[in-house]
């Protein structure tokens, strides 16, 4: 054996960010040489993910010892945008972000502090924490317009049914497909979604090709061709946004066709009368017409899926960034709900934390189950949105993005002066309109950032940067559905921490009664996980960091029968007429509607014809690539070379159109602006869209002022607005439906760059 193969030990740990960055919670085994890791591998006996994993997680260690990246903290020396940081310590770091914030503090209240965050990773509990140990009820996604993102989803689920549902790929069980009571799919619907690129919302994409292995079928609904478009039995082409619609045309054709299962409807559904008269308004005609789907493939798909029991759906973000996206969520869970789907082996299951423990507060009762019965009141008196909507303020904890970016810019109705920002690119990546947010965070007197490189959002205005371990350096623990999981550390780099250090640190120093309840983050976990029994070093050291349960509310199936989904034990679900709510009561109580229905898109063909004639293509962007996790990733060598440029990807008829040819720099714009991009042919592409990957800012450029990495050349959310939020509000984020048009560049036009706004920070 040579040398490089010799290892001093191999440490197992849950690959849970930053590193892939990933959803996913995958076992991996860390092998570590001279207090390096110096080779990762997938977990073989994980029943996460059978020892595979993924270009990312196999990068991981030039992403751990990348020369760039950030190992101690660092205080801005020079203006914003000057890109002069100084080393300081630890110490000097907490004091003056203690300092700071307590000031801002007496001066304009908590609320003028709002704490940042980018999608799920283990650090949701973490900030939330100490959001609410400050004293603050802004926790917020900053710039995801609309919470677009499995917020609208979530909440359409526990609203209709009392729980969020996942297509059933036997994750609840050590044996997976080979557990008894597990069925396979007889068809999964993919329903905007690309599961192996992804690996989305704790659900693994390959478990997808695992059923297909046994037998599984496909229906996909997409409007680009994918590796499961091209392997379905039915695949609906459909237009962007337009979801909504194909789901109410969906539940049309089952009530109409007695698709449905009448038992389950007649003894745990409500509404169904309502929801029937509703559906009428979708005969197959204007479905095929709004959505561009032929009416036969739309009946024959429908078919499939509702008379071959038991099958699923997995569904994807698109969803969310519809208009009105919790309403298309809602529908789309209904047709579940009506064909006998719901919580039965091989359909979509109910899916609850593993032992019900919960880090990352999901909906209300969790944030209370955290944080105290008094926590929704304590929060809804100031969090951003909360007054607006009702839906908002009685689900999660989330204040309202777009709502919350005007706030952060006209101070009103209070001012907003600091951000905490933590696990989240806003300028490279996750917020829609970029000019506004940057003028936001401008406008603040004082910004942390808690991550592992610069990027554009670190460069442009941060004025301390605090270094994050990723998940091969730290401690944390995992109960996104199941199973209990740990993250164990094998190595430490530089003098970076975990989230939960930082926060927890910070949040001492806020409330000092912390110090004394939690004096290491050991033992807040075994606080989390004790009543079970587990303790992390138990987790670790008996059960291979992960455990299943094998009974009890969180393990399926028809727990609707016996009582284990709610609260009061009583058979039905957690809903207030205790069944499946086709009609919602809760919406009607949030006064919105209680069916779902349709909406176009702000921008189409359709609701805007003057605008689409200038920007005829409708422009889809975000599609996952492997290779990438958002704005990540762009620095990592063998990640890099595999998808070197910005690119959108264009049917070539109409490039043939247009006289554009492949591979050359085009711009994609409209009346927003416009970004640089290598034109890519795709026969994958609908002629009517192109796809457009996000999170384009390139490292290796100039990260000062006005540089910025060239985010303001190639990241495509100047061109996404925001303010298109559902009635819910959540939802909506125009990311997958802004009109565009291609141009060829001439050789005089600048690249854009930043406007110049007012920095409200003090120099420090
Ligand atoms: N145009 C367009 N824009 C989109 C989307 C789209 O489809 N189209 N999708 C949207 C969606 S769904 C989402 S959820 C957002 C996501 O947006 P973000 O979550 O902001 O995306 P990332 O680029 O991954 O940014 C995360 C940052 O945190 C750092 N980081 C990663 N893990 C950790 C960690 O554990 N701790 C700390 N402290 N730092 C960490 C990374 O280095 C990176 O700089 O983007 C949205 N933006
Ligand atoms: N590698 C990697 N993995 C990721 C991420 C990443 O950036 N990189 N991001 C993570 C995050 S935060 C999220 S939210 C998930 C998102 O992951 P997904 O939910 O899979 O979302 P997308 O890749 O945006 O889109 C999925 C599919 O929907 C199609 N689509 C686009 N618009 C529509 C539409 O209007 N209707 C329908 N029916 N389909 C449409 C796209 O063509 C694409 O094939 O991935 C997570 N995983
Ligand atoms: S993207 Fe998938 S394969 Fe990669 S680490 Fe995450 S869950 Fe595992
Ligand atoms: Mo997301």
């Given at each position: 054996?040579?040398?490089?193969?010799?290892?001093?030990?191999?440490?197992?740990?849950t690959a849970w960010?930053?590193?892939?960055?990933c959803h996913g919670g995958c076992g991996?085994?860390?092998?570590?040489?001279?207090?390096?890791?110096?080779?990762?591998?997938g977990d073989e006996e994980h029943p996460f993910n059978h020892g595979r994993s993924?270009?990312?997680?196999?990068?991981?260690?030039?992403?751990?010892?990348?020369?760039?990246?950030?190992?101690?903290?660092?205080?801005?020396?020079?203006?914003?945008?000057?890109?002069?940081?100084?080393?300081?310590?630890?110490?000097?770091?907490?004091?003056?972000?203690?300092?700071?914030?307590?000031?801002?503090?007496?001066?304009?209240?908590?609320?003028?502090?709002?704490?940042?965050?980018?999608?799920g990773?283990?650090?949701?509990?973490?900030?939330?924490?100490?959001?609410?140990?400050?004293?603050?009820?802004?926790?917020?996604?900053?710039?995801?317009?609309?919470?677009?993102?499995y917020?609208?989803?979530?909440?359409?689920m526990?609203?209709?049914?009392?729980a969020p549902c996942v297509a059933d790929c036997g994750q609840f069980f050590e044996k997976r497909y080979d557990d008894e009571r597990y069925q396979l799919p007889?068809?999964i619907?993919i329903?905007?979604q690309?599961p192996s690129?992804g690996c989305p919302d704790a659900f693994m994409g390959a478990w997808v090709v695992d059923c297909m292995k046994r037998?599984t079928?496909?229906?996909?609904?997409?409007?680009?061709?994918?590796?499961?478009?091209?392997?379905?039995?039915?695949?609906?082409?459909?237009?962007?946004?337009?979801?909504?619609?194909?789901?109410?045309?969906?539940?049309?054709?089952?009530?109409?066709?007695?698709?449905?299962?009448?038992?389950?409807?007649?003894?745990?559904?409500?509404?169904?009368?309502?929801?029937?008269?509703?559906?009428?308004?979708?005969?197959?005609?204007?479905?095929?017409?709004?959505?561009?789907?032929?009416?036969?493939?739309?009946?024959?798909?429908?078919?499939?899926?509702?008379?071959?029991?038991p099958s699923s759906i997995h569904w994807g973000?698109?969803?969310?960034?519809?208009?009105?996206?919790?309403?298309?969520?809602?529908?789309?869970?209904?047709?579940w709900?009506?064909?006998?789907n719901l919580d039965v082996p091989g359909g979509n299951v109910i899916a609850r934390p593993a032992f019900l423990i919960?880090?990352?507060?999901y909906?209300?009762?969790?944030?209370?189950?955290?944080?105290?019965?008094?926590?929704?009141?304590?929060?809804?008196?100031?969090?951003?949105?909360?007054?607006?909507?009702?839906?908002?303020?009685?689900?999660?904890?989330?204040?309202?993005?777009?709502?919350?970016?005007?706030?952060?810019?006209?101070?009103?109705?209070?001012?907003?002066?600091?951000?905490?920002?933590?696990?989240?690119?806003?300028?490279?990546?996750?917020?829609?309109?970029?000019?506004?947010?940057?003028?936001?965070?401008?406008?603040?007197?004082?910004?942390?950032?808690?991550?592992?490189?610069?990027?554009?959002?670190?460069?442009?205005?941060?004025?301390?940067?605090?270094?994050?371990?990723?998940?091969?350096?730290?401690?944390?623990?995992r109960t996104w559905y199941t199973p209990l999981q740990?993250?164990?550390?094998?190595?430490?780099?530089?003098?970076?921490?975990?989230?939960?250090?930082?926060?927890?640190?910070?949040?001492?120093?806020?409330?000092?009664?912390?110090?004394?309840?939690?004096?290491?983050?050991?033992?807040?976990?075994?606080?989390?996980?004790?009543?079970?029994?587990?303790?992390?070093?138990?987790?670790?050291?008996?059960?291979?960091g992960w455990v299943y349960p094998t009974e009890g509310p969180s393990v399926p199936y028809?727990r609707?029968?016996?009582?284990?989904?709610?609260?009061?034990?009583?058979?039905?679900?957690?809903?207030?007429?205790?069944?499946?709510?086709?009609?919602?009561?809760?919406?009607?109580?949030?006064?919105?509607?209680?069916?779902?229905?349709?909406?176009?898109?702000?921008?189409?063909?359709?609701?805007?014809?003057?605008?689409?004639?200038?920007?005829?293509?409708?422009?889809?962007?975000?599609?996952?690539?492997?290779?990438?996790?958002?704005?990540?990733?762009?620095?990592?060598?063998?990640?890099?070379?595999?998808?070197?440029?910005?690119?959108?990807?264009?049917?070539?008829?109409?490039?043939?159109?247009?006289?554009?040819?492949?591979?050359?720099?085009?711009?994609?714009?409209?009346?927003?602006?416009?970004?640089?991009?290598?034109?890519?042919?795709?026969?994958?592409?609908?002629?009517?869209?192109?796809?457009?990957?996000?999170?384009?800012?390139?490292?290796?450029?100039?990260?000062?002022?006005?540089?910025?990495?060239?985010?303001?050349?190639?990241?495509?959310?100047?061109?996404?607005?925001?303010?298109?939020?559902?009635?819910?509000?959540?939802?909506?984020?125009?990311?997958?439906?802004?009109?565009?048009?291609?141009?060829?560049?001439?050789?005089?036009?600048?690249?854009?760059?930043?406007?110049?706004?007012?920095?409200?920070?003090?120099?420090?």
């Amino acid at each position: 054996m040579c040398d490089k193969y010799k290892f001093d030990n191999v440490v197992r740990s849950t690959a849970w960010s930053p590193g892939p960055g990933c959803h996913g919670g995958c076992g991996v085994k860390l092998y570590v040489k001279d207090n390096k890791v110096v080779r990762v591998e997938g977990d073989e006996e994980h029943p996460f993910n059978h020892g595979r994993s993924c270009p990312r997680m196999m990068a991981l260690t030039q992403y751990m010892y990348h020369p760039e990246r950030f190992l101690y903290p660092l205080k801005r020396v020079g203006k914003r945008g000057e890109g002069k940081f100084e080393r300081i310590s630890w110490d000097e770091a907490f004091d003056t972000i203690e300092q700071r914030f307590n000031e801002i503090k007496e001066k304009y209240g908590p609320e003028a502090v709002i704490f940042a965050q980018g999608t799920g990773r283990d650090i949701g509990g973490a900030i939330s924490f100490l959001c609410y140990s400050f004293g603050s009820p802004n926790w917020v996604q900053l710039g995801l317009s609309g919470q677009s993102c499995y917020t609208p989803r979530l909440g359409a689920m526990t609203m209709v049914q009392g729980a969020p549902c996942v297509a059933d790929c036997g994750q609840f069980f050590e044996k997976r497909y080979d557990d008894e009571r597990y069925q396979l799919p007889k068809y999964i619907v993919i329903w905007g979604q690309d599961p192996s690129a992804g690996c989305p919302d704790a659900f693994m994409g390959a478990w997808v090709v695992d059923c297909m292995k046994r037998g599984t079928k496909l229906i996909c609904i997409d409007p680009r061709n994918t590796f499961y478009t091209s392997r379905a039995e039915h695949f609906l082409q459909i237009r962007p946004g337009t979801d909504g619609a194909l789901a109410m045309g969906m539940l049309n054709l089952i009530i109409e066709n007695k698709w449905y299962d009448a038992e389950f409807v007649e003894k745990w559904c409500h509404g169904f009368e309502e929801l029937a008269e509703r559906c009428k308004e979708y005969p197959l005609q204007k479905v095929s017409q709004i959505t561009g789907i032929p009416q036969e493939d739309i009946f024959a798909a429908t078919k499939a899926y509702a008379t071959n029991n038991p099958s699923s759906i997995h569904w994807g973000v698109p969803i969310d960034m519809c208009p009105e996206g919790t309403t298309v969520a809602q529908a789309i869970s209904l047709l579940w709900c009506l064909t006998g789907n719901l919580d039965v082996p091989g359909g979509n299951v109910i899916a609850r934390p593993a032992f019900l423990i919960t880090t990352y507060p999901y909906d209300t009762q969790q944030m209370k189950d955290l944080y105290g019965e008094g926590i929704m009141d304590f929060i809804n008196t100031k969090r951003a949105g909360a007054d607006q909507y009702k839906y908002l303020a009685n689900f999660r904890g989330w204040a309202q993005p777009d709502l919350m970016v005007q706030q952060m810019i006209y101070g009103k109705p209070y001012p907003i002066k600091a951000a905490w920002i933590q696990t989240t690119n806003v300028l490279g990546g996750q917020a829609a309109d970029l000019n506004k947010h940057y003028e936001a965070l401008m406008n603040m007197e004082f910004n942390v950032v808690v991550d592992t490189f610069h990027n554009p959002t670190t460069m442009a205005v941060a004025d301390i940067i605090l270094p994050a371990a990723t998940f091969a350096e730290k401690e944390s623990f995992r109960t996104w559905y199941t199973p209990l999981q740990i993250i164990n550390p094998a190595v430490q780099v530089g003098e970076c921490k975990s989230d939960w250090e930082i926060n927890l640190e910070l949040a001492r120093r806020f409330n000092p009664s912390i110090r004394e309840k939690y004096p290491t983050f050991q033992h807040l976990v075994n606080e989390r996980i004790g009543a079970h029994g587990f303790t992390y070093q138990k987790l670790r050291d008996e059960h291979n960091g992960w455990v299943y349960p094998t009974e009890g509310p969180s393990v399926p199936y028809k727990r609707y029968e016996t009582g284990l989904l709610r609260r009061d034990g009583k058979p039905g679900f957690e809903t207030p007429t205790g069944k499946v709510e086709l009609w919602s009561t809760r919406h009607e109580e949030f006064d919105i509607d209680p069916l779902p229905f349709y909406k176009e898109p702000p921008e189409s063909e359709l609701a805007t014809p003057e605008l689409f004639k200038e920007y005829p293509l409708v422009m889809v962007t975000g599609k996952r690539s492997p290779l990438y996790f958002h704005a990540e990733h762009r620095n990592i060598p063998w990640l890099r070379s595999k998808d070197p440029y910005p690119k959108v990807e264009v049917n070539p008829k109409v490039l043939k159109e247009l006289g554009i040819s492949d591979g050359e720099w085009v711009w994609v714009e409209n009346q927003r602006g416009k970004v640089l991009r290598k034109v890519k042919a795709s026969i994958a592409m609908d002629e009517k869209c192109v796809s457009v990957p996000h999170g384009w800012w390139l490292p290796e450029e100039k990260g000062t002022y006005p540089d910025f990495f060239k985010a303001w050349t190639h990241n495509c959310n100047l061109l996404v607005p925001v303010g298109n939020q559902s009635s819910s509000g959540y939802g909506g984020g125009a990311y997958k439906t802004t009109l565009c048009r291609l141009r060829k560049v001439s050789p005089d036009e600048m690249p854009m760059l930043p406007p110049e706004v007012h920095d409200g920070a003090k120099e420090f």
